[in-house]
Structure formats: C-alpha cells, structure tokens
C-alpha cells in the first residue's frame, strides 16, 4: 500500500506563504520537518465517530 | 528555629504563629530574602526579584496586624507569581525577552486577590517561554534548575514556581497549566499542584497560550496551602468570560483526613502508555495507601484516552498560533526555535480541523462524565518518569523511544481537556527524586480532590523531605 503523505513541499510552502510566513527561510525546512512528523499523530481525531456532537463549550456552571 | 527551617514552614503553619504573634511577617521576608540570595546562583527560579518592595510590604503587614488588622491566613506570607500573572507596574515577560517591556497597568484577578489577602510579593518567576513547554528550559533567561538534583528540569512551563517552592525561596507559588504546567513541576520538584476546575480562578491578566486549556492555580508545599489558596483567589469574575459564577465553599473544610467510601478509579489506559517501572511501583503503592485510608479502588477504562493529545493539541496549537500571530510574522526569527515551530504549527490546521477537534472534546467530556458518574475521583501517576537532565529531548521508557514533551503530558492532559479539577501531590522517590501522585474530580468538586491528597498527605511523610540544596 502506498504510504499516506502529509503536507507535500509544495502545499507547505502555499499555506506558509498565505498566512504570511517567510518562505525564503531556511527555518522553513525545519517547520516542514517538524509538520511532517505531528500531523500524522493528530490523525486518530479522524477515526472518532463525532456523528451528532456539536464543538465543546465551557457548561462547567451547574453541578452535576 | 534557624533560618533554613523557617523557610520551610508551610502557610498554614506561618499564619497561625503571626496570628499568635509568635513570629512577624518582617523576620519571615528577611529569611526568605537571605535564602532567595543565596540559591538563585543555583536555581535561577526568579526573572523579577523585589526585596525592597517586599520588606516595605512586610513593615505594612506587621503594623496592621500589630493594630488588630489582620487580613486572614495568607498576611504576611511570601509569594511568588509565575511571569505571566500581570501585576500593576512590573515587567510581564512571559518568560521572553521579546516581552520584557511590556508593564501592565492593572494587577489580574489573581495577584489582586492575593495582594487584598496580604500575600507579599517577593517577585516574579522564571517559566518556559511562551509557557509552551514542559520542561522549565529557557535559554533566554537561563534554564530552571530543580532543587533535588541541579543539572536535572525543574519541568514546565512553570518551573521558576517549582524551584522557589520547593527550595523555601516562596512559601506560595503561583503557576498556570495548559497542558500540565502546574502538575508536572510539582511533580518533579515534589510539590502539591492543584489545577482547579476551569472557570474556577479568573484567567484575567494572564498571558494567553490557550484561552480554551489555560487555568491559574497554586503550587505549594502542603495541601493545607492549596486549600488556602484557593480560599483567597477563587470566585467570579466579570472580566473574564468564563469564569464560574458559583458560591466559592471553604477549601479547607473537607481536610479531615476522612475519606473511608470515597471511590476511586485507577484508568487502565494509564498503564498502556510508557512509564518507568520503578514510578509505576510508587504510584502503585501510594494508591494502596488511599485503600488503606479507606478509600475503594476499582480499575475502571477511559476509552477515548489514547486520542487526548492528538485533540488537545489541534486546539492549543491553533489557539496559540492565533493569539501570537502577529508576533510570530514580525519577530518569528527571535522566538527560540522549539517554542518558534509549535506557534507557527498552528498555522496549518484549517478551521475544519479546529471543530472537528473540539467536537471530539465534547466526546471525550461527556465520557468523562459518564465515567465519573461511578467513581469520585480517578488516580495515577503525574508522570511516568522522574526529572531528567536538563537538554534531554527523548527517552527510552521500557521498549520505546519518546519525546519528552508528548511524555511529560500523556497524564495531564485529559484534565485540559475537560477542565476537571486534578492535583498532583508527593508519593515517594525513585534514585532521590521525587514522584507525583495525580488525583482528579468531577467539575467543581476539588473539595474531593484535596479531601483525599490531604489524607494521603498526612498518612506519608512524603511532603516533609527536603532538597539537598
């Protein structure tokens, strides 16, 4: 099976730039490195069933 | 009583001798000024350090006391805040000296509350930078240095807390904990940490890393003063939009030493992730110990535990690249290059990847809840491993190889996430270094949670040891 890609070089460098990052940094290769290794660890939200669920809210104010 | 010991007294024990007028708040900021100047060479537990204001304050405290002035347990104690908490006319660094202009004109909630109570401000304290990590590692500041074992973390990102407290440099420390900060200091410098219920002390005036996940809270040397603590800063308020708006009970009511019925759920989950095995052995032995007291000990299971850090760290990640976002354009070259990749890591999460994030944290709280409807409170260790030497970036635990950020929160987390109130206290030390005890409650119950670290705590000697410093 084809291994999953995170993030190609190309889409990184898009994404840096629209938010405004410096492209031309050497820091960028380090930023794609360190992306490469933590997106594929933030994969496991996609396998939950959030069928039905609306975004957290803080309702801490009434006992339980 | 020498110095040194004076020191080591806890608020509780210092509060009722002032009352008594055994000892005056002027000979106890003398001390901990002595103590201070001779430790920081080692500890580096201070960016501000105010021994003038605080003998004026202490001068004050014994003249209204001395008048029958007396503004409760905390006059005349000294303090110390991490350098996040805004304090009228102090630099606030937020542990970068990319900040260390900025000077608040307002005091947040919480040093107000501490100031109305008399507390006495001996200065602000050293943390990771940005408070985004959580090892207490600063190169801008220096590092944190932990009392039990110098060249080892003090932890993070409140760790200038966990040195002071720890040492006698302040009897009270206050840290913040978004993903741990408060616990795992603690924890590694053998303090009690409570991150109360989120809501429960306002986050006005604190530095942000993540609105959703940030709660203040205190990291001092006994139970008693978590309890006290809570006393003086807990409670709404209008200014921070989250806060509780709730009666605030008396957090020292519940210190008994009774917990016989309390039930307690130790997550099997807990033990599915990497930890050292002599921790494993202490934390075990200290949850006996809770049976013993007269607590009922059942293994309960936390399905969604494994997906904790993927969820919390979507939303901090995407909360903090939010908030200093324009910082990170303008100077992203100056913020030191581990902190520097997390910011801008939260650039590359789409909006989609933020709900989706928080509609699994629904998922995980209403678990929580539902798992918390058969126990009181859920026990296990802070961490899985001990203090390590400062500039480690992995470690070997057992047959795996890990980073030590994602080691050092795998237990706290959960307890950002859902905002329930957990604490770490002492249980024991492995190769002379100390080992956290976590306990968590339901929403707004931390009168549980300090009812039985307070039993345990006063069942063990745990809490008496000092550094060798």
New interface residues.
């Given amino acids: 099976m084809a291994e999953k890609t995170f993030?190609s070089k190309e889409t990184?460098l898009r994404?840096?730039e629209h938010?405004?990052?410096?492209v031309d940094?050497t820091?960028m290769g380090?930023?794609h490195a360190?992306?490469k290794g933590?997106?594929p660890?933030?994969?496991?939200?996609?396998d939950?069933d959030?069928a039905g669920?609306?975004?957290?809210m803080?309702s801490?104010?009434k006992?339980? | 009583m020498d110095a040194k010991e004076l020191c080591y007294l806890s608020a509780g024990q210092l509060g009722r001798m002032i009352q008594g007028k055994e000892i005056s708040p002027v000979e106890i900021i003398e001390a901990h000024i002595t103590r201070i100047e001779a430790l920081e060479p080692r500890l580096n537990s201070f960016i501000t350090f105010l021994p003038d204001q605080a003998r004026k304050e202490a001068r004050r405290a014994e003249q209204e006391i001395l008048a029958g002035r007396g503004r409760g347990p905390l006059h005349g104690i000294p303090l110390g805040l991490k350098d996040l908490y805004y304090v009228k006319g102090l630099p606030n660094t937020g542990g970068t000296k990319l900040f260390e202009r900025f000077v608040p004109d307002f005091d947040s909630t919480v040093a107000g509350k501490l100031r109305e109570a008399g507390a006495i401000l001996l200065g602000k304290l050293n943390m990771h930078p940005f408070a985004y990590g959580p090892t207490g590692e600063n190169p801008e500041y220096g590092h944190m240095h932990n009392p039990w074992n110098t060249e080892c973390i003090t932890g993070g990102s409140s760790g200038g807390s966990g040195s002071a407290a720890a040492s006698g440099e302040c009897v009270l420390t206050m840290g913040s904990d978004t993903g741990g900060s408060i616990r795992i200091p603690s924890a590694l410098c053998g303090l009690a940490g409570l991150k109360p219920t989120y809501g429960r002390l306002s986050r006005y005036g604190l530095t942000v890393l993540s609105w959703s996940q940030d709660h203040p809270g205190p990291m001092v040397r006994t139970v008693e003063d978590c309890a006290l603590v809570m006393n003086a800063t807990a409670g709404y308020d209008p200014n921070d939009p989250v806060s509780i708006n709730l009666p605030v009970p008396d957090f020292t009511k519940g210190l008994t030493g009774n917990i016989r019925g309390i039930r307690i759920g130790v997550p099997k989950e807990y033990f599915e992730v990497p930890i050292d095995g002599k921790v494993k052995e202490i934390v075990w032995k200290a949850i006996r110990k809770l049976e013993e007291l007269g607590a009922r000990v059942s293994e309960v299971s936390w399905p969604m535990y494994p997906q904790v850090a993927a969820i919390a760290s979507t939303i901090q990640m995407s909360e903090a690249a939010a908030y200093h976002q324009k910082l990170i354009k303008e100077k992203g070259d100056k913020i030191w290059h581990p902190v520097r990749l997390r910011l801008e890591a939260g650039f590359f999460f789409s909006a989609v990847d933020y709900i989706q994030a928080e509609r699994a944290r629904s998922l995980f709280t209403q678990q929580s809840r539902e798992l918390m409807k058969n126990v009181d409170l859920l026990a296990g260790p802070t961490l899985p491993v001990v203090a390590f030497k400062i500039g480690t970036n992995e470690m070997t635990v057992g047959n795996r190889t890990i980073k030590v950020i994602p080691l050092l929160t795998q237990y706290t987390r959960p307890f950002n996430l859902n905002g329930f109130p957990a604490i770490s206290v002492p249980c024991g030390f492995s190769d002379d270094l100390p080992v956290g005890l976590q306990l968590a409650g339901r929403p707004l119950e931390e009168e549980t949670v300090l009812r039985a670290a307070h039993a345990y705590e006063q069942a063990t000697e745990w809490h008496l040891r000092r550094p060798p410093i």
């Avoid at chain 1, 660890?41 to 996609?46: A, F, P, V």
């Fill in positions: 993030l990184f994404i840096a938010v405004g990052l410096d940094s820091h380090d930023l360190y992306l933590l997106l660890t933030l994969e496991t939200i996609k939950l959030l669920l609306e975004p957290f803080p801490l104010t006992k339980e």
